[in-house]
């Protein structure tokens, strides 16, 4: 068998292939030469990479730097005989572990649902004989037999077609089937939606028949090609990821350089080694945010499950964050920024252009002139055009009851005939009404030469109502109808339908004046239909479709279009003032995606249009540049996708990819945040995705990135609180080492007030509701560290605070009863802890005062902090944990000191968001 490039089948006639494939169209192969291709190219299904073991997800989830301080602080704490504490961080890292694992398990399917796109049997000829084998068992050469809902088992050169059109939405993105052709001929540099002679696998046969030869099997299919994509992009560390990782290796070091420095000062000054050891461990494990991964895991869950209320399930932990970083979102068109369902958008019928409303195929909609509503019984060429649209068609609009026992409807059929039938209902005209009215007695198919669809229908028991709608005096002729390209049905009219409902001659006039607004109805990218009808006695009889197709009465002309989601606009604009560029990429005709931009107001002032075509003749370094200035990509492959993405996150762009379809899987996988469509969306486009839209709703990523950004400020909060109390606590035991030869907190008081404060009050924390104007803030620069500037005003400002007014409790506390030493480190303790207790309200904003978004507002704050209280006191207070803390109850005098200290700290964060904002104003 002679080789040829698989990329230029398309390039050679069906008798050529053939040859090549040492087949034949009539008989295909014998069953020895099947057998024996088999077992040269193997089975025709899709390879799969080996999934990760469980210990390779495991470690996967254990080897963060701030997860490996853990466990070391764990097991240090164990050998020192402090278990509750060692057994606490362990269950906070085992449980983040589990979580971690149980989410990636199922991460992993993407091959496994392109596996379900292909045929699971095919109708071939073998030995000149049709049967029926197995998918995975055709090889290059056999002869594939296809028929209307079939999916194509593999990549095939079509050799007959009849009338025969492919719903290719899902790899190519294009929205309406395609008119596949066996007798052209294309070029070698044809676009992969411009194959009219191509069949693949994975497609879905909507109309009519064909035959094929097998050209390519398995990995080498266009979906083998995209399964390799996906196996060779890496997924990449999400920003959160990245900050959490750099912060934890940061304060870890940090905190470990303290901490022994804490040590070697304690010995040196002459306190007991062991003591200080102890001393230096405890604060080491204070220093290390072990309550960090349970916040964050905590609060990606719960953001989880508010984005599950907002129709955006999350399939990744640390994915839900991401979004909320976005700078770009590339969007497909088809289901995504339009409806996927074609509809007719505009009527022209002898010099008027109808516009009509309405959403998908619900029947519902209003005509009109000029903006001005109109009722078409003033209008019989409208009406005509309309009702010879749904008679002259093949689709059936069915009603059906949602899980709302509300009507909705549903269309069986070509998604352009569906359009007709939809517009026609608008106008009052049921297809099942006219069919039973006026049956079919005799059809001539449509054809990719003759480009219409010729239908003959005679009279019988038509309603006086109906006669009257559809303005013309039949008595007893049969009625012929004809729909198709509208140059090819004018060609065979000889006269028009005025708009009153006369005919009249066409003169050549009028024929221009109906292509021009042919013309201006494409320009719009919509698609065209033209209408024409005649009278005859008697069922004509006909050897040729020459002899029906003559004299005819042009009507109109329908444009139609897969229009946008209404929503879209708006939530558009959202993403804008949230400084998010939206990008359209989409494998549809550059006219009809560049004019869904403009509708949707996607296209900036001075922005491009480029195509696939222009793609390939550039540099990766002037792709770089384009995408800077290009709002609209059309006729794009999969790797044209992933050449963009990648572009943008070379630019520092943070990309959110949202698809649909089998072609938009690789590219999904490769951007930051992948967003797939629940509902038209194709499994491995949800399986390749972060994230999956349960209502296909544009709106609904929008209000996901604004769920990302609560999700990433309450988590920044939680960590202003932590690193602000955590360095007062090193600093309080520093100076006291350095100044008093005694640390000021024993060890096991560093312990349970680490407990107290990154407990309940750091994850109430994660529960703030959205602050206002967060959609009105610009993306985070991808580079912002997690502590950025402001923070670290603060963290200084209140590590001075919180250390100093410890310190001062502690000073006085040993002045006061100078030989009672547990009496200052009660003082010391009490006032550090309800200290960062209340310093908890103020970090619940890092912008807006503590008294605007009311102090009360965060119900669970104010359980943690009663709670947190207790707990403080209850070993402040309860005789038998005295002796374990080391504490001694304080009097009324004493907490006279402490209540104004322990404000302190929080009226200092309070001017500091005064001065900073009023700065920043």
């Known amino acids: 068998m002679t080789d040829s490039n698989p990329a230029t089948w398309h390039a050679y006639s069906s008798s050529e292939v053939a040859q090549k494939l040492e087949t034949t169209k009539e008989k295909g192969l014998s069953f020895e030469e099947a057998a024996q291709r088999l077992e040269e190219y193997g089975r025709n299904e899709l390879a799969e990479a080996p999934p990760p073991t469980f210990l390779e997800m495991l470690w996967d989830q254990l080897k963060s730097f701030v997860v490996i301080m853990l466990i070391i602080a764990s097991i240090v704490s164990a050998l020192l005989g402090d278990y509750i504490e060692a057994a606490a961080i362990m269950t906070i890292v085992v449980l983040n572990a589990v979580l971690g694992v149980v989410q990636e398990r199922n991460a992993q399917n993407a091959l496994a649902a392109l596996k379900k796109l292909a045929a699971p049997d095919a109708n071939v000829l073998r030995a000149g004989s049709r049967q029926s084998v197995r998918a995975y068992d055709l090889v290059p050469g056999d002869i594939v037999l296809l028929e209307a809902g079939n999916y194509i088992p593999a990549d095939l050169r079509l050799v007959e077609t009849m009338n025969l059109r492919v719903e290719e939405a899902a790899l190519t993105g294009e929205s309406v089937p395609v008119q596949k052709d066996a007798s052209i001929t294309l070029a070698e540099g044809a676009g992969l939606g411009d194959l009219k002679n191509m069949g693949f696998m994975g497609t879905l046969i909507s109309y009519g028949r064909g035959k094929g030869i097998v050209v390519n099997t398995g990995m080498k299919t266009q979906i083998g090609r995209i399964a390799e994509l996906l196996n060779s992009v890496e997924e990449e560390p999400t920003p959160l990821q990245r900050r959490l990782e750099q912060l934890g290796r940061t304060l870890g070091i940090g905190a470990m350089v303290i901490c022994v420095f804490v040590f070697l000062l304690g010995w040196f000054q002459g306190n007991d080694p062991l003591e200080m050891f102890i001393v230096a461990v405890s604060l080491a494990i204070a220093a290390v945010p072990e309550g960090l991964p349970a916040v964050v895991t905590i609060s990606l869950a719960l953001g989880m499950r508010q984005m599950i209320r907002r129709h955006a399930l999350i399939r990744r932990l640390a994915s839900v964050e991401t979004l909320g970083s976005a700078t770009v979102i590339c969007s497909d068109k088809t289901g995504t920024l339009t409806q996927n369902q074609m509809m007719v958008t505009r009527v022209y019928t002898d010099g008027h252009f109808f516009s009509v409303t309405g959403r998908g195929y619900a029947p519902n909609g209003e005509f009109s002139l000029a903006q001005d509503a109109v009722n078409l019984s003033d209008y019989p060429a409208a009406r005509t055009a309309l009702w010879i649209s749904a008679l002259n068609n093949d689709a059936v609009l069915e009603e059906i009851q949602n899980h709302e026992a509300k009507s909705d409807f549903r269309m069986v059929g070509d998604p352009t005939e569906g359009a007709l039938v939809v517009a026609a209902a608008k106008a009052g005209f049921w297809a ?64 028009y339908l005025s708009a009153q409902g006369v005919q009249v001659p066409l003169t050549p006039e009028k024929r221009v004046e109906i292509l021009e607004a042919n013309d201006t109805m494409a320009q719009d990218a919509l698609r065209v239909l033209g209408m024409a009808f005649r009278l005859t006695m008697g069922q004509p009889a006909w050897e040729s479709p020459e002899q029906v197709e003559h004299s005819m009465v042009f009507v109109g002309l329908t444009g139609m279009i897969d229009p946008p989601r209404p929503e879209v606009p708006p939530a558009l604009e959202i993403a804008r003032k949230a400084g998010i560029r939206t990008i359209l990429i989409t494998g549809d005709y550059a006219n009809t995606a560049r004019a869904i931009a403009a509708e949707i107001g996607l296209i900036r002032e001075g922005h491009l249009t480029l195509t696939g075509a222009e793609l390939n003749g550039m540099s990766d370094e002037e792709l770089r540049q384009q995408v800077k200035v290009t709002d609209v990509f059309a006729r794009v492959s999969p790797e044209h996708k992933l050449r963009i993405v990648d572009a943008l996150q070379t630019n520092g762009e943070v990309v959110a990819m949202t698809g649909d379809g089998v072609n938009d899987a690789p590219s999904i996988k490769k951007s930051d945040i992948g967003v797939a469509m629940g509902i038209t969306g194709t499994d491995v486009a949800k399986e390749s995705a972060d994230m999956v839209l349960t209502d296909d709703n544009y709106a609904s990523i929008v209000s996901a990135v604004e769920e990302g950004r609560v999700i990433y400020s309450n988590i920044r909060k939680f960590v202003y609180f932590l690193l602000s109390c955590n360095l007062a606590e090193i600093a309080v035991i520093f100076l006291s080492t350095l100044f008093y030869r005694a640390s000021a907190l024993t060890a096991i008081q560093l312990l349970w007030l680490n407990l107290v404060t990154d407990g309940a009050p750091a994850l109430a924390l994660g529960t703030e509701k959205a602050e206002p104007g967060i959609m009105n803030r610009p993306p985070r620069p991808p580079s912002e560290p997690i502590i950025n500037r402001f923070m670290q005003v603060g963290i200084v400002v209140q590590t001075i605070a919180i250390t100093a007014v410890t310190l001062i409790a502690y000073i006085l506390g040993r002045q006061l009863h100078p030989s009672e030493p547990q009496f200052a480190e009660t003082m010391a303790f009490v006032t550090l802890s309800l200290s960062e207790l209340a310093r908890a309200f ?44 080391n504490t001694t109850p304080l009097g009324l005098d004493n907490w006279e000191v402490v209540l104004p200290l322990l404000l302190i700290p929080s009226i200092a964060a309070e001017a500091v968001k005064y001065f900073v904002v009023r700065r920043g104003k």
């Open 432 to 495: 099942n009404d006219l069919n039973r009215s006026y049956p079919r007695v005799a059809e001539i198919p449509f054809d990719s030469v003759r480009k219409r669809m010729v239908t003959i229908h005679t009279e019988e028991d038509a309603t006086p109502e109906l006669r009257n709608l559809i303005h013309l005096d039949i008595n007893g002729q049969h009625i012929i109808t004809v729909k198709g390209a509208p140059d090819m049905v004018l060609d065979l009219c000889t006269h």
């Open 842 to 885: 103020t970090a619940r904003s890092e912008h807006i005062p503590v008294l605007k978004i009311g102090i009360f507002s965060n119900r669970n704050m104010n359980l943690a902090f009663l709670s947190s209280v207790i707990l403080v006191l209850v070993v402040v207070y309860v005789p038998f944990l005295q002796k374990i803390f």
